[in-house]
């Protein structure tokens, strides 16, 4: 495991800018209010030549017993204890409060080196701020600039000494380096209204309470990432914000949390769509399904609080009726019931997951497709347009990913959708792909005896 260095320090003092600056991306949900952050967040970091793992964790707060801002603290116990060192990142600009010196004795009583950093250092008013950090007993403070870039270099002269020398890398092959690449993490991206359940299923998988859950909606903000290894196959799941319908998202830093989850839905290769078993296949539930369809990655179902429901015959196939009824753009998703609670269903999900990454990276066979392009025209041949047949060619698989194919016809712009529709579940039918999207191209063939008219008139 690499070098691990945890941020800490009270609300709003630039942690998450300082975590979003160390790892070159805007990774964590930054913004005025103070608590924006509260899962902490992992990346890998670089300064320099140095790398390192980065830990973003919620500001310092006391809270009641069992409260949120309680549990928030214990994420960043959590996170100071997993570290090797500490940056505890102070206001210049502010100056020292009651909550500084109150958390520099919780720093000191973890026995770690720590890195005292004055943020927000840049102007003559965070000059003296920075001076005031002395008091704290920390050692000198590094004067730092995380929005502007300053104070990096100081930074990295201060950090430099508590890094272990990096291993010597054995050179590796071609052929073991396509091997890493095919066994890397499936990347898991779960979505969904908010309160559907989403960080307790996580936590679930996970085997500990890596995600702050409540029965409040909207507890969670930031799309975090954890790695998850069942049975033996390596996932990146990532746990993102609620999505609601866009008329009602009024404040900005929900408007963050759900810009968030959607470039994490970009990011993944597949994607479980939760809902609440008692109020599943709502508006916003086929909104979700429909966007994830046009990004293109694999969809898998989950039912959530199925146990909850009570116990009565034929409700799995009902909700495979439903779903074939509401989704018919996915027909065939997988679609699994089950608890995030307490753990029924899950094993199932995650086979669902496996197989749906199988499909989406599925290729067919070019002879196999021939056939079946061939015996689709025949028992449907295609429409005359205006009075003129269209003629389709020949078919080709160009990428999987999802599966996508390129059909040479006469007339592309002619070919209704209705049409286009018949032919892409007949694929998905007779190549065993349920629930991918599928990609059908036209593209028209040039006409060879074009050019030899056009020379003879």
Same mark, same amino acid.
Request: aromatic letters at 6%.
């Given at each position: 495991?690499?070098?691990?260095?945890?941020?800490?320090?009270?609300?709003?003092?630039?942690?998450?800018?300082?975590?979003?600056?160390?790892?070159?991306?805007?990774?964590?949900l930054?913004?005025?209010?103070p608590?924006?952050?509260?899962?902490?967040?992992?990346?890998?970091?670089?300064?320099?030549?140095?790398?390192?793992?980065?830990?973003?964790?919620?500001?310092?707060?006391?809270?009641?017993?069992?409260?949120?801002?309680?549990?928030?603290?214990?994420?960043?116990e959590?996170?100071?204890?997993?570290?090797?060192?500490?940056?505890?990142?102070?206001?210049?600009?502010?100056?020292?409060?009651?909550?500084?010196?109150?958390?520099?004795?919780?720093?000191?009583?973890?026995?770690k080196?720590?890195?005292?950093?004055?943020?927000?250092?840049?102007?003559? %008013?965070? /000059?003296?701020?920075?001076? !005031? =950090?002395?008091?704290?007993?920390?050692?000198? &403070? @590094?004067? #730092?600039?995380?929005?502007?870039?300053?104070?990096?270099?100081?930074?990295?002269?201060?950090?430099?000494?508590?890094?272990?020398?990096?291993?010597? %890398?054995? /050179?590796?092959?071609?052929e !073991? =380096?396509?091997?890493?690449?095919?066994?890397? &993490? @499936?990347? #898991?991206?779960?979505?969904?209204?908010p309160n559907?359940?989403k960080?307790?299923?996580?936590?679930?998988?996970?085997?500990?309470?890596?995600?702050?859950?409540?029965?409040?909606?909207?507890?969670?903000?930031?799309?975090?990432?954890?790695?998850?290894?069942?049975?033996?196959?390596?996932f990146?799941v990532?746990?993102?914000?609620?999505?609601?319908?866009?008329?009602r998202?009024?404040?900005?830093?929900?408007?963050?949390?759900?810009?968030?989850?959607?470039?994490?839905?970009?990011?993944?290769?597949?994607?479980?769509?939760m809902?609440?078993?008692?109020?599943?296949?709502?508006?916003?539930?086929?909104?979700?399904?429909?966007?994830?369809?046009?990004?293109?990655?694999?969809?898998?179902?989950?039912?959530?609080?199925?146990d909850?429901?009570?116990?009565?015959?034929?409700?799995?196939?009902?909700?495979?009726?439903?779903?074939?009824?509401?989704?018919p753009?996915?027909?065939g998703?997988p679609?699994?019931?089950?608890?995030?609670?307490?753990?029924?269903?899950?094993?199932?999900?995650?086979?669902?997951?496996?197989?749906?990454?199988?499909?989406?990276?599925?290729?067919?066979?070019?002879?196999?497709?021939?056939?079946?392009?061939?015996?689709?025209?025949?028992?449907?041949?295609p429409?005359?347009?205006?009075?003129?047949?269209?003629?389709?060619?020949?078919?080709?698989?160009?990428?999987?990913?999802?599966?996508?194919?390129?059909?040479?016809?006469?007339?592309?712009?002619?070919?209704?959708?209705?049409?286009?529709?018949?032919?892409?579940n007949?694929?998905?039918?007779a190549?065993?792909?349920?629930?991918?999207?599928?990609?059908?191209?036209?593209?028209?063939?040039?006409?060879?005896?074009?050019?030899?008219?056009?020379?003879?008139?």
């Amino acid at each position: 495991m690499s070098f691990t260095i945890a941020i800490i320090g009270r609300p709003n003092v630039g942690k998450s800018t300082l975590f979003n600056r160390l790892v070159g991306q805007k990774l964590a949900l930054v913004d005025d209010e103070p608590g924006v952050t509260r899962d902490r967040r992992e990346g890998e970091a670089r300064l320099g030549d140095l790398e390192f793992t980065i830990i973003d964790t919620a500001g310092l707060d006391e809270g009641a017993k069992d409260s949120l801002t309680a549990r928030m603290q214990e994420q960043t116990e959590t996170a100071i204890r997993l570290a090797d060192a500490l940056m505890f990142v102070v206001d210049a600009r502010v100056g020292l409060t009651p909550s500084d010196r109150a958390f520099a004795d919780v720093v000191r009583r973890a026995n770690k080196p720590v890195l005292l950093l004055a943020n927000k250092s840049e102007g003559k %008013q965070g /000059e003296s701020g920075a001076m !005031e =950090a002395y008091a704290l007993g920390l050692g000198e &403070p @590094i004067q #730092v600039s995380a929005e502007h870039g300053e104070g990096l270099s100081e930074l990295y002269d201060a950090l430099r000494p508590l890094m272990p020398e990096p291993p010597e %890398q054995a /050179e590796t092959s071609g052929e !073991e =380096a396509v091997e890493d690449f095919s066994k890397r &993490p @499936i990347r #898991v991206a779960i979505v969904g209204r908010p309160n559907a359940g989403k960080s307790t299923l996580i936590n679930h998988l996970v085997g500990e309470e890596r995600l702050l859950t409540s029965p409040e909606a909207g507890t969670t903000r930031d799309s975090i990432a954890v790695e998850i290894n069942w049975k033996g196959r390596e996932f990146r799941v990532f746990d993102t914000a609620g999505l609601r319908r866009r008329s009602r998202i009024e404040e900005k830093l929900e408007k963050l949390s759900v810009a968030d989850a959607l470039r994490a839905v970009r990011f993944a290769e597949v994607v479980v769509l939760m809902m609440d078993a008692q109020n599943r296949f709502e508006e916003q539930d086929l909104r979700i399904a429909d966007l994830v369809e046009r990004e293109g990655r694999a969809l898998v179902i989950a039912i959530n609080k199925w146990d909850l429901m009570a116990s009565k015959p034929g409700q799995i196939s009902a909700l495979r009726a439903d779903a074939d009824h509401w989704l018919p753009q996915v027909s065939g998703v997988p679609i699994v019931a089950l608890s995030g609670l307490t753990g029924e269903g899950v094993d199932r999900l995650m086979e669902a997951t496996v197989k749906a990454y199988a499909v989406w990276n599925k290729r067919v066979p070019t002879a196999a497709l021939n056939r079946w392009f061939e015996q689709a025209i025949t028992a449907n041949p295609p429409p005359a347009v205006s009075g003129r047949r269209l003629k389709l060619n020949y078919i080709t698989q160009t990428k999987a990913r999802p599966p996508s194919f390129v059909l040479f016809c006469s007339r592309a712009d002619a070919v209704p959708q209705s049409y286009l529709r018949y032919l892409t579940n007949s694929l998905r039918e007779a190549f065993d792909l349920p629930g991918t999207p599928v990609r059908i191209t036209l593209r028209e063939k040039a006409n060879p005896f074009a050019h030899k008219r056009k020379r003879a008139s």
